[in-house]
C-alpha cells in the first residue's frame, strides 16, 4: 500500500499542474496584443474604445465582491470554467460580430469572468491543499504558477503577430477561444471534494449568507484587515507596469527596441513569482522586500539613461515577488469559511487603488515627465513597506488560522 505522505505529495503536485495549467491558459491568449487593433480596424475611434474599456473594468468592478461570496456559495471549478467560457464567447463574437456593439458584449463578458475568476482560483487551490495537510505548499505553488502564466503570456505575444501574418484576425480569434476552452478544461479537472466544499446550501440565502459573514471577517478581524490592505495595495502600485513601455522609452531606449526591453521586465516579473518560495517570507523581510522595490524604482527612474533599466527591472520582480508573498500571508491569516468572499474583498480594493493610481499618474504628467513621476511613486512604495513590517499577521497567526481551518 502507498504510503500517506507519498499520496499526500502526489495529490499536491497534480494540484500544482492543474493549477499552473490554468493560469497558462488564462495568459496564453492571442488577442491580447492585438485586439485593439481588431477594434481600430473595424472603424471604432479612440473615444469609442476607451468607452469600451470602461464597461470592461466597470463590469468587473462591480461584481468583484459579489462574485466572491458565489464562489462561497457554489462550485467554484464549475464557475471558474462557466466564466472562461464566457470568456470564449466574448472573444468569438468579438470577430463574427465586429462592431461597437459585439465589441461591448465581448467586453461585458470578458469583465464578468474577471470578477468569477478573482479570487475564485486562489481560494480552490488553497482549500483543496488544506484537505490534505499541504497549506505550506500553497507559496511555492502559487509562486510557480505565475511563473507559468508570465511566460505563457510572452509566448502568446511573440506568436500574435505572427498568427494573424498567417491567418489575420480569424486565427488569432480561433487560438484565443481554444485557449479559453483549455481554461474550461483545466477547471474542471480540478477537484473539489465536498469535504473542502463542507455541508452547505445553496441558493439566495446562502449566498446572502457567506456574502455577509466575508465582509464581516474582514471588518472585525484586524490581522485580516491589516492583510487585505497590504494585499490590496501592492498590486494597487504594480499598476505601474502599465506605463513600463513609456518609462523605457524616457529612459532613452528607442521605440524600435521597446518591445524587447518590455518583454525583459516581464521575464524579471516571472523570476519574481519563481523566488517566491525560497524567499524568507516573515513579515519584516516581506515588507523590506516591498520597500526594496521602491528604492529600485527610485534609483533607475532617477538615474536616467539605459543605466536605470535594471533598477527598474528590479522593482517590477521585487514587485511581482510579493504579489505573491502578501496574497499568500492572506490566505494562511484568514479563517476560510468564506475563503473567496475576502480575497474578492482585497481585489476590490487593487482595483480601487489602481485607478487611483491610472489617475494621479495621468494628472502628475501634466506637469512631471514619465521618469520624475515614477520616481515620485517610489514614496508610496516604500511607505506599504513600512506598514507591512507592522501589520501583516506573523507565523503565529498562520497557526492559528490553519488550526480553525
Known amino acids: 500500500m502507498e504510503p500517506r505522505g507519498t499520496a499526500v505529495t502526489a495529490t499536491v503536485r497534480r494540484l500544482g499542474r492543474l493549477y499552473a495549467t490554468l493560469r497558462a491558459c488564462d495568459e496564453g491568449v492571442l488577442f491580447f496584443p492585438v485586439y485593439t487593433l481588431l477594434m481600430a480596424d473595424s472603424g471604432l475611434s ?15 468592478f462591480v461584481l468583484e465582491v459579489p462574485s466572491g461570496a458565489w464562489a462561497d456559495t457554489y462550485s467554484r471549478r464549475r464557475l471558474l470554467a462557466f466564466g472562461a467560457l ?23 463578458l470578458w469583465g464578468v469572468r474577471s470578477a468569477i475568476s478573482s479570487g475564485t482560483k486562489e481560494a480552490l487551490l488553497y482549500d483543496e491543499l488544506a484537505a490534505e495537510g499541504a497549506t505550506d505548499r500553497y507559496t511555492a505553488l502559487a509562486g510557480r504558477a505565475a511563473t507559468v502564466s508570465m511566460v505563457s503570456m510572452l509566448a502568446a505575444s511573440a506568436l500574435a503577430f505572427p498568427a494573424y501574418a498567417l491567418g489575420g484576425y480569424g486565427l488569432v480569434a480561433a487560438g484565443s477561444v481554444l485557449a479559453c476552452l483549455g481554461s ?11 469535504r473542502v466544499r463542507r455541508e452547505r446550501s445553496t441558493g439566495g440565502r446562502a449566498y446572502l449568507r457567506n456574502l455577509r459573514a466575508g465582509l ?29 513601455p513609456l518609462l523605457v522609452r524616457d529612459l532613452g531606449v528607442a521605440t524600435a527596441g521597446v518591445p524587447l526591453v518590455v518583454a525583459a521586465l516581464i521575464a524579471a516579473m516571472a523570476l519574481g513569482s519563481a523566488l517566491a518560495e525560497r ?19 527610485a534609483v533607475g527612474a532617477l538615474a536616467g539613461g539605459v543605466a536605470g533599466l535594471v533598477p527598474i527591472a528590479v522593482c517590477f520582480g521585487l514587485l511581482q515577488l510579493t504579489r505573491v508573498l502578501t496574497e499568500a500571508r492572506l490566505q494562511h491569516t484568514m479563517s476560510g469559511h468564506t475563503r473567496a468572499t475576502v480575497l474578492s474583498v482585497s481585489g476590490f480594493g487593487a482595483q480601487l487603488g489602481a485607478l487611483a493610481v491610472y489617475g494621479c499618474f495621468g494628472l502628475g504628467s501634466l506637469w512631471l515627465g514619465i521618469a520624475p513621476l ?32
Open 216 to 244: 464581516a471577517e474582514v471588518r472585525t478581524d484586524r490581522r485580516v484587515w491589516h492583510a487585505v490592505l497590504i494585499a490590496a495595495a501592492v498590486p494597487s502600485l504594480s499598476a505601474l507596469d502599465e506605463y513600463g
Open 86 to 108: 464566457l470568456r470564449a464567447v466574448g472573444f468569438a463574437t468579438w470577430f463574427l460580430w465586429p462592431t461597437y456593439a459585439g465589441f461591448a458584449v465581448g467586453f461585458v
Open 374 to 405: 515614477a520616481a515620485l511613486f517610489a514614496v508610496p512604495i516604500v511607505l506599504v513597506g513600512l506598514a507591512a513590517v507592522r501589520w501583516l499577521p506573523g507565523d503565529r497567526a498562520h497557526r492559528a488560522a490553519a488550526e480553525a481551518t
Open 279 to 297: 524567499w524568507r517570507a516573515t513579515p519584516p523581510a516581506t515588507g523590506l522586500t516591498i520597500a526594496g522595490a521602491g528604492v529600485a524604482l
Open 46 to 60: 479612440t473615444v469609442q474604445l476607451t468607452s469600451l474599456l470602461v464597461i470592461w473594468s466597470t463590469v468587473a
Open 184 to 194: 474550461v478544461a483545466a477547471a474542471l479537472a480540478m477537484p473539489e471534494r465536498p
